[in-house]
């Protein structure tokens, strides 16, 4: 059984070398989507340089999303500002889902019984107490610390569901 962690990437790199460096010895292969859009559907320059993190290129499948959802949402003359708002709202949503289905891509050395586990970079799981063998659950959600923008930002006022997990077997059956 591998260990497949997936993750959206825009251009954090000290916070995706904390990510590797804390999860390095649990998961088999970092898979790594960036987009050539913002969410709010601007144009970017792709930030990733696999050559930044040395010790973890092996372990490293990165994939680019060069497009955009096809089913965006145009605003039309007459449209309300709320209607406006919701639009770019809506879309950024999909946006997102757009670029975390490419994920999807990366997951071709996983084997049915392997776990893929997504987060957000800043949501590292704690693996160390989880037992990947016994584990009967459909799907595997961690709770997690809650820090706002800086790691001395805690938050204990709400529980945080960051990553998510499945094998693949699920993943895939879920996707239909």
């Known amino acids: 059984m591998k260990i497949f962690d997936t993750t959206l990437y825009y251009d954090e790199d000290l916070i995706l070398e904390v990510r590797f460096n804390m999860l390095n010895k649990y998961v088999d292969k970092f898979i790594i989507s960036e987009s050539k859009f913002t969410h709010s559907g ?22 680019v999303v060069d497009n955009e959802p096809n089913d965006l949402l145009y605003e039309k003359k007459n449209d309300s500002n709320f209607e406006k708002i919701e639009h770019r709202r809506l879309n950024s949503v999909k946006r997102i889902a757009h670029q975390r289905n490419k994920l999807i891509e990366g997951l071709t050395e996983a084997s049915d019984e392997d776990f893929i586990f997504y987060s957000d970079n800043d949501e590292m799981p704690n693996f160390a107490n989880f037992d990947f063998e016994a584990n009967k659950d459909k799907i595997v959600m961690f709770k997690q610390k809650l820090f706002y923008y800086k790691f001395n930002l805690f938050c204990d006022l709400v529980d945080w569901y960051g990553t998510k997990g499945c094998k693949k077997k699920i993943l895939f059956h879920l996707n239909g």
């Not at 601007?42 to 994939?63: A, D, G, M, T």
């Open 42 to 63: 601007q144009k970017k320059k792709l930030n990733f340089n696999i050559n930044n993190f040395p010790e973890f290129k092996r372990k490293i499948i990165y994939l």
